[in-house]
């Protein structure tokens, strides 16, 4: 009810009051006189707002006849322009009739007339906690002159908003069932927010879903193609924010409220304790970048592809090579993503089917079935195949439930293969030959069929004998566990989960020294006999720095033996050369005391000849 309403209610009840105080022929003597109102104003809050914050009325008159009585009605006169309370959502409790000088009884929803008999009044005893928006106080002493007095307390019997709350009470009064003029009292009640019931929203708590759907086909149309809820909550983490929600999607699409507005930005109400937006296709085919905020949050932004009615392109790959040939449906063995002109992907419906008559017969149909859509993280179709007999098919994927459909788009043939999963070896694999100290590592068990291919991917029992795979040198902490005896063959190959079609993988951590690692498992029951042997793999593990220093010091040590030999070799040639000056002074000596003899022999010879010289010189004189 609006406050002008109100308002006019409470003027008529006046006036009315007033008319039949001045229509009354009841005696002036009988009359309730004295009549007074007194009030205090109440403080409440939203999440606080029954007795203990109630503003008060004390109503006090005299009568002066049996029967002499005033009714209190209160009306809301004023509110939050957000609130909604009427009369009827406010409590007038009479709390207590303690000051009066007789015991008068209390009645609710009744008449001053009928409030003066005793059955009208018989269940609304002296004190009663009787709760309403409008109460009569009744004096049945029989005598006159006695003081009445009533306490009374005003509060809402719903949460309010926060605000200023103006209660407006009527009192009138009635002597011999006419009414008297009225008595109007205003009193107060402030509410405060808590907390609780903040009304600005918070980024911390309040959220915006993703889309119900990544993609969705560009032709315009009035059925959503994807919704998202916002919900609101202040810094309580509470729901009871309220505020106005600005939606926009720039790009292809439409966006607001079914069956409300909808447009490329609109703003709406949030009344409620969340907000569902929806999502159209314009028929423009691309890309539609969703941004949700209001005065307070600006969520991140999401994204819906719209895709041409008609793809474009498709690329296929294999993720299940190896299907059983049970009769059962092997899902996800093959993928399609399909793309439109723009390169938007396309999530429309796609068909798989075999390309031969005698493919058909190992694995699959030559009649086109429906793959699935994955709209998770995948973004991808995916095809399921059932395998038949023993051998291998060639699939294609289409656009279409029609192999001869004109407007098809069709992927290249890929391979798959339908096997028994019937165990007949198996073997060890590293994943590299050489590592270094510590590093991470991939061994694997690779289970083979009876033709020495790989098998259908499953769980195999008793492949290896009791303690699964031993080390000949313990790997580095946060290995994996290698004591099982039974073989998880993984179906297929993932990088994300680190699978590998035909085979279990398991993660080791190499030793921290160098040298070699050799890991070795024995076949067990779940193999045929001759299968039950000792498989082996062995690794490297390579310290590449400390191999290199090793060699530098190796290397230096020779040069050292070297500088070694080259010192001995010349100091026998020292030695030698020695020798030989020795032998040559020797020889020098000897020579010398040969010349030396010569010497004195020629001089000795020429003294002789000189002597002989003069003898005949002397002669050849004489």
Same mark, same amino acid.
């Given at each position: ?188 009640? #402030?509410?405060?927010? /808590?907390?609780? $019931?903040?009304? %600005?929203? !918070?980024?911390?708590? @309040?959220?915006?879903? &993703?889309? =119900? *759907? ?47 507005? #909808?447009?490329?930005? /609109?703003?709406? $109400?949030?009344? %409620?304790? !969340?907000?569902?937006? @929806?999502?159209?296709? &314009?028929? =423009? *085919? ?47 063995? #093959? ?20 390309? =031969? *008559? ?265």
């Amino acid at each position: 009810m609006s406050t002008k309403t109100t308002f006019k209610r409470i003027a008529l009840v006046a006036v009315a009051a007033l008319g039949l105080g001045v229509l009354s022929v009841a005696p002036s003597s009988a009359a309730l006189v004295g009549l007074t109102v007194t009030s205090t104003n109440g403080t409440a809050t939203t999440a606080v707002y029954d007795s203990t914050t109630a503003t008060t009325l004390r109503v006090t008159a005299t009568t002066t006849a049996a029967g002499d009585s005033f009714t209190a009605t209160t009306y809301v006169s004023a509110q939050p322009t957000t609130s909604s309370i009427t009369g009827s959502g406010i409590v007038v409790h009479l709390m207590d009739t303690s000051t009066s000088t007789v015991n008068p009884f209390i009645a609710y929803g009744v008449t001053a007339a009928t409030a003066t008999t005793a059955s009208a009044v018989a269940t609304r005893a002296h004190n009663s906690a009787v709760r309403g928006d409008s109460l009569t106080v009744v004096s049945n002493n029989g005598g006159t002159s006695q003081q009445i007095s009533a306490n009374f307390q005003l509060y809402f019997l719903a949460a309010p908003v926060a605000g200023t709350y103006t209660l407006t009470t009527v009192v009138t009064p009635h002597s011999g069932g006419v009414a008297g003029t009225p008595v109007l009292k205003t009193t107060d009640i #402030v509410v405060s927010a /808590v907390a609780s $019931a903040a009304l %600005t929203a !918070s980024a911390t708590y @309040s959220t915006l879903s &993703d889309p =119900t *759907a990544t993609n969705a086909v560009a032709t315009a149309s009035a059925t959503a193609a994807a919704t998202l809820d916002v919900v609101l909550k202040n810094a309580e983490n509470n729901t009871a924010a309220r505020e106005s929600v600005t939606a926009t999607i720039t790009g292809s699409g439409t966006i607001g409220v079914a069956g409300g507005a #909808v447009g490329k930005s /609109v703003v709406l $109400a949030y009344t %409620t304790t !969340s907000l569902q937006l @929806s999502v159209f296709a &314009d028929g =423009t *085919a691309g890309v539609g970048t969703i941004t949700v905020s209001t005065p307070s949050v600006t969520f991140p932004t999401k994204s819906i592809t719209f895709y041409a009615a008609t793809p474009s392109t498709v690329v296929v790959s294999v993720a299940k090579p190896v299907i059983e040939a049970s009769s059962v449906s092997t899902t996800d063995v #093959v993928r399609a993503t399909f793309k439109d002109s723009l390169g938007n992907l396309w999530s429309g419906a796609a068909y798989i089917y075999a390309t =031969t *008559a005698a493919g058909a017969l190992i694995a699959g149909s030559e009649t086109p079935t429906l793959c699935t859509f994955d709209t998770g993280t995948d973004q991808r179709h995916e095809c399921a195949i059932t395998g038949k007999l023993v051998g291998a098919a060639k699939f294609k994927v289409i656009s279409s439930d029609s192999v001869t459909a004109t407007t098809n788009v069709t992927s290249s043939e890929v391979d798959v293969r339908a096997a028994l999963a019937v165990p007949a070896s198996f073997k060890l694999v590293f994943d590299k030959a050489t590592y270094a100290p510590g590093e991470k590592a991939r061994l694997s068990v690779v289970v083979l069929d009876a033709a020495g291919a790989q098998i259908v991917g499953k769980t195999y029992d008793a492949i290896l004998a009791a303690g699964g795979i031993t080390s000949s040198v313990a790997f580095s902490s946060g290995s994996d566990t290698l004591t099982a005896t039974s073989v998880v063959v993984s179906a297929s190959s993932s990088s994300t989960s680190g699978t590998t079609a035909g085979q279990q993988n398991y993660v080791v951590y190499m030793p921290m020294a160098s040298g070699d690692v050799t890991v070795t498992a024995t076949g067990s029951t779940g193999l045929p006999l001759a299968a039950r042997v000792v498989a082996t793999a062995t690794a490297s593990v390579v310290n590449s720095s400390v191999d290199a220093a090793t060699d530098a010091a190796n290397e230096a040590t020779d040069a050292a033996n070297a500088a070694t030999d080259a010192a001995l070799a010349a100091a026998d040639a020292a030695d030698a050369a020695t020798a030989a000056a020795q032998d040559a002074s020797d020889a020098v000596a000897a020579l010398s005391a040969t010349v030396a003899k010569l010497v004195a022999s020629l001089k000795a010879q020429i003294t002789s000849l000189t002597n002989l010289v003069i003898k005949i010189q002397k002669k050849v004189k004489a």
